[in-house]
Every structure is written in C-alpha cells, then in structure tokens.
C-alpha cells in the first residue's frame, strides 16, 4: 500500500467545503492543509477536517510538503495566487475558470512549464456525460450534425460583464469540444446575464451555447444537452439526472438514471470524487492530468472569441 497523496486546499468558501470534504475522504488522499486570508476562517475549516488552518499560503507550504494544492479563490482572483504556487513548482488542481483574461491565462501555462497543472471541469465526470462521450466515440451517432448546450441559473458574486460565459459556460465550451471537436467560428448576442452563441465546428457541424445568469437553478430542466448525428441522438439532462441515447428511426430509447442506492452518480457534488479517482492516481505516477490546465485555456479563447463576436456584431475564427 502507498501513502496517501498529501493535500492542502487554498481556499475556504462554498465550494471550497466541497474540496476540503473530497480530499479528506477520499482514500488516496489527506487533507494536510487549509488556507485562507482570514484564519479564523481557515481554521474553522480545518477544525472540520482534522487539520490545520493557515492565513500565510507559505508558511502552510513550507509546514506540510503537500504534493498537491486545490486553489478553491473567488473566481476573479485566480490569477496572482496561482501564479506563486506555480514558482514554487508544486502541482496544482485548479478550480475553473482558469482566469478571466486570456493573456493572464497563457502567462500561467508558461510559469507552469511541465509541472502537474490540472483544471476542475469536474462536468466531465457525471456518469450521463461520460456515456455520451463513449457513445460519440464509439460512432453510434454517426456524423455529427448539431450541438446544443443550455445551463441556466442565478447569478454569481463577480463583478464582471461577462462573469457567466467566461466562469460558468465554460463548462459548455469545454463539454461541447470534446464531444464535437474543435470550434472554429462563432457568433453571439447578449442581454443583461444573458449569452447566446452560434458555434461552427472544425468538421462541418453546427452548434448553440445559451447560458444565463437570469434564471433559476430551482427549476427543471436547468441544464440540457442534445447532440444529434444522422445515426442518432444523445441528450443530457441536469447533468447527473438522466442519459437518453435515440437511434435514428427507432421510436424505442435507451435510459440511464442512477439506480436507488447509487447516491453518488445521482450527486453533483460527487463529480468532484470522481474527477479525483482519476486525478491522485495520474499524479503518483508522474502522468499527465487527465483534464490539464490548458482545457482551461481553450475553453476562454473561445469565450473570448465569443465575447468579440458579441462587441463587433461578426462572426469571429476561434
């Protein structure tokens, strides 16, 4: 048996909680650390978990050796902290976004350099969105025609005009690339908290991306994904509620939800675990991450591409 990966989390926040629980469960990892500016805080945090809260980012460092930090920050303050962690040459699992401006973004893949530099597009990991990427890949859409993304709820605390698309839709971008391939050109409206974008991809197909910050996550249906290729149809619904794969033709569906007992494929919030199921074990055997920081990267240059479509009123290359 190895020793669990040492872990220390930056960050005490709503979702910070959720990567402080995480790692002290999980069985690969330990929690060894807790950081926030405010200590009381970051020890209250830490109390939670059996460990230690810290207010110095170094001293906490320089204290437990982890071999992995979690940088959980207010999504406009990715940048400045991220960026000394990397000068440090300890591996990195950050939350997304990445940044909000594109050219912090490459500064820090080059700071990077080859350490370990992942990014939580934990979206990926929900049973129903790994089924579709096995579906797409093993060819039983066929060509691909068109892609819809739709995730709508209440806003978030940043004070940025584009704060949905660049922190939340890009979990769309990042989905819609890795079913449908690369994304070429877009175009794009805007009202209030509001994104539409038109999407054409590098193999012909078509696509849409509507997030909002002006809706609800109480209501059903929050989040709905279709892809449709002329030998069938996949559809995702509220991520982690229901997988339904269609064949062109046939009026019959096949359905997954998770079953009675199957807690953790039914949570959200588990996506995260299962993100790390794949993550400490890449990690302790020196691999790549299984969702690197440049995911990270394309997901905002193409929301940044989207975001000139919108400015200039044209559709604009990726």
């Known amino acids: 048996m190895h020793e669990p990966v040492r872990v220390a989390v930056v960050g005490a926040g709503g979702w910070g909680r959720q990567h402080a629980r995480a790692f002290a469960q999980h069985p ?6 807790i950081w926030s500016r405010d200590l009381g805080r970051a020890q209250a945090r830490a109390a939670e978990w059996h460990t230690t ?5 170094d001293r906490m460092i320089d204290d437990v050796q982890p071999e992995l930090v979690a940088v959980c920050l207010p999504n406009t303050e990715h940048f400045a902290l991220t960026r000394h962690l990397l000068t440090r040459g300890i591996p990195l699992l950050v939350e997304k976004p990445l940044v909000f401006d594109l050219a912090e973004g490459r500064t820090l893949l080059e700071e990077a350099g080859d350490t370990f530099f992942a990014i939580n597009f934990n979206h990926r990991y929900a049973v129903p969105v790994q089924r579709a990427y096995d579906d797409v890949t093993a060819g039983r859409l066929g060509e691909l025609e068109f892609l819809t993304w739709r995730f709508a ?3 978030s605390s940043a004070h940025h005009p584009y704060a949905n698309l660049i922190e939340t839709q890009c979990h769309g971008i990042d ?8 994304i070429e050109a877009v175009s794009a409206e805007l009202k209030g908290g509001t994104i539409a974008a038109v999407l054409r991809f590098a193999s012909g197909a078509v696509g849409s991306l509507v997030g909002s910050y002006d809706s609800s996550y109480a209501y059903p249906g929050t989040h709905q994904l279709e892809v449709n290729g002329r030998a069938g149809r996949l559809l995702v619904e509220d991520t982690v ?6 064949k062109a033709g046939d009026p019959t569906r096949e359905v997954w939800e998770a079953g009675y007992f199957d807690d953790r494929s039914r949570s959200f919030e588990q996506t995260f675990d299962r993100h790390l199921d794949v993550l400490l074990p890449a990690l302790r055997r020196g691999e790549r991450p299984p969702v690197p920081a440049t995911a ?3 997901a905002l240059e193409v929301g940044t591409a989207i975001i000139e479509a919108f400015e200039s009123g044209r559709r604009t290359r990726v």
Not at 53 to 57: L, Q
Request: charged share 30%; net charge negative.
């Open 28 to 33: 690969e990892a330990e929690l060894a650390g």
């Open 53 to 57: 809260g810290y207010d110095d980012v």
């Open 153 to 155: 709820g209440e806003g």
């Open 175 to 182: 989905m819609l690339e890795q079913l449908g391939g690369p």
């Open 241 to 246: 509620k229901r997988y339904t794969f269609s």
């Open 296 to 298: 990270g990267l394309r």
